[in-house]
T-cell receptor
Framework: GAVVSQHPSRVICKSGTSVKIECRSL??????MFWYRQFPKKSLMLMATSNEGSKATYEQGVEKDKFLINHASLTLSTLTVTSAHPEDSSFYIC???????????????FGPGTRLTVL | KNEVEQSPQNLTAQEGEFITINCSYS?????LHWLQQHPGGGIVSLFMLSSGKKKHGRLIATINIQEKHSSLHITASHPRDSAVYICAVEGGADGLTFGKGTHLIIQP
C-alpha cells in the first residue's frame, strides 16, 4: 500500500528557534497534502492544505507567517514552525490523498506524526 | 504497536437507514478519534472519546474500554453523510494509529 513518511518523528527545540517537519509520499505523487495538529487531550485540527506549485490554503485561525508550508515537489511538503513557542508544542500529522480508491474517491494516507516539544 | 481494525470496509445503504461502523483495537488507549473524510478533502474530526458515549446531531459514538471496541452510529442517514469514516487511537509514545477507514455511500 501507499506510504507517507514524516521526519523527524520527535523534535525538541528551544523557544525562538524554527523547526522544519517533512512529509513525503514514498511511492506515489501527491499534488495536495494536508497538515493537521493535535492539541493535548483534544482531537485533530486541519491546519492547512499544501498545494504543489502554488500557495498553501490555511484554515481560519492558523497563522500563515508562523506555520510556513512549502510543497516543493510532488512527493514532499514541509511545515516550518517559525519562532517556536512552548504553546506550539503539539503533535503534527500530515496526510496525502492517492487516487484510485473505491467508489472513485481518493484514499487518504497518513504520516506517522511528529511530536514537537518547545522548551 | 496498536492494531486498529474497522468494519465494514465498504457500506452502501439507503437514505434514512441507521448506520453502524465498528472499530476495535488491540492495546489499551488514552483516547479514540472518529474522523470523516469527504472525497478529495481533508479530515474533519467528529469525536474524541476516552469513555462512554458522545452525541452530536445525528451522530453517536460509543466506546467500551474493557472490550477495546468503539462504534460510530448515524441515525436517519442522508446522502451527504457519504464519506470515509476513520477510527484513530492514541496512547503511549506511538502517536496516533489509524484504521483503514470505512467507505460509506448513502443512496437517495
Amino acid at each position: 500500500g501507499a506510504v507517507v513518511s514524516q521526519h523527524p518523528s520527535r523534535v525538541i527545540c528551544k523557544s525562538g528557534t524554527s523547526v522544519k517537519i517533512e512529509c513525503r509520499s514514498l511511492d506515489f505523487q501527491a499534488t495536495t497534502m494536508f497538515w493537521y495538529r493535535q492539541f493535548p487531550k483534544k482531537s485533530l485540527m486541519l491546519m492547512a492544505t499544501s498545494n504543489e506549485g502554488s500557495k498553501a490554503t490555511y484554515e481560519q485561525g492558523v497563522e500563515k507567517d508562523k506555520f510556513l508550508i512549502n510543497h516543493a515537489s510532488l512527493t514532499l511538503s514541509t511545515l516550518t514552525v517559525t519562532s517556536a513557542h512552548p504553546e506550539d508544542s503539539s503533535f503534527y500529522i500530515c496526510s496525502a490523498p492517492k487516487g484510485g480508491g473505491l467508489f472513485g474517491t481518493d484514499t487518504q494516507y497518513f504520516g506517522p506524526g511528529t511530536r514537537l516539544t518547545v522548551l | 504497536k496498536n492494531e486498529v481494525e474497522q468494519s465494514p470496509q465498504n457500506l452502501t445503504a439507503q437514505e434514512g437507514e441507521f448506520i453502524t461502523i465498528n472499530c476495535s483495537y488491540s492495546v489499551g488507549i488514552s483516547a479514540l478519534h472518529w474522523l470523516q473524510q469527504h472525497p478529495g478533502g481533508g479530515i474533519v474530526s467528529l469525536f474524541m472519546l476516552s469513555s462512554g458515549k458522545k452525541k452530536h446531531g445525528r451522530l453517536i459514538a460509543t466506546i467500551n474500554i474493557q472490550e477495546k471496541h468503539s462504534s460510530l452510529h448515524i441515525t436517519a442517514s442522508h446522502p451527504r453523510d457519504s464519506a470515509v469514516y476513520i477510527c484513530a487511537v492514541e496512547g503511549g509514545a506511538d502517536g496516533l494509529t489509524f484504521g483503514k477507514g470505512t467507505h460509506l455511500i448513502i443512496q437517495p
